[in-house]
């Protein structure tokens, strides 16, 4: 049993709004300014449109049963805002894969953070991402994980009294285009 804090950024100010990323670590002592680095870090690739505001407060929870267990607070960081002054696909954008090497239910645990909406500024002729862009985003991603290395995990829900968590090892973006939908599509 290990306690995880909760920690979203919420997402605002374009069409299909709000959005939020959620975020578990073992200790917030560095973890919301660590994510607003990385937030700022990739705010060139996002629409202008687009504001970011990491929370300085959350809840704790327990990973086995995902019970609330406290609370945790930190010193508020100013939002986020996109730079990218140019058009986009409101649910169109890219994806980060954040590896483990922890296996939950009989799979190796895996967790995922959706960066949409996503300027077009970084799409390439073919329908990939742009190469720059791509390294740009693989950079501030391999920079999150380090600063957070003892600290950001992936939680496995489970059911019941099942659940666990993994220690984030490193993180990968595939070079092709994600789209989020929702139920109300």
């Known amino acids: 049993m290990t306690q995880l804090d909760r920690v979203r950024s ?3 100010g374009f069409p299909g709004g709000p959005g939020v990323t ?20 990739l705010a060139g690739r996002l629409p202008i449109d687009v504001d970011i505001q990491v929370e300085n ?20 960081v100013t939002s986020v805002a996109g730079t990218a002054d140019d ?49 740009i985003i693989r950079d501030a991603a391999s920079v999150f994980q380090a600063e957070q290395s003892a600290s950001l995990v992936v939680w496995h829900r489970g059911s019941g009294s099942d659940g666990s968590n993994g220690l984030v090892t490193s993180s990968f973006v595939p070079d092709k285009i994600a789209v989020l939908r929702s139920r109300r599509d």
């Open 57 to 76: 407060a959350g809840d704790t929870i327990e990973d086995t049963t995902g019970d609330l267990v406290g609370a945790w607070s930190a010193a508020s």
């Open 87 to 135: 058009s986009y696909a409101a649910p169109a954008g890219c994806v980060i894969d954040w590896l483990t090497e922890t296996i939950a239910n009989h799979r190796r645990l895996r967790g995922r953070t959706f960066l949409v909406p996503f300027s077009s500024l970084n799409l390439s002729g073919d329908g990939t991402i742009d190469t720059t862009a791509l390294g």
């Open 10 to 12: 919420i997402w605002t």
């Open 22 to 41: 959620t975020m578990y670590f073992l200790d917030t002592a560095t973890a919301v300014e660590s994510l607003h680095s990385f937030w700022s870090a």
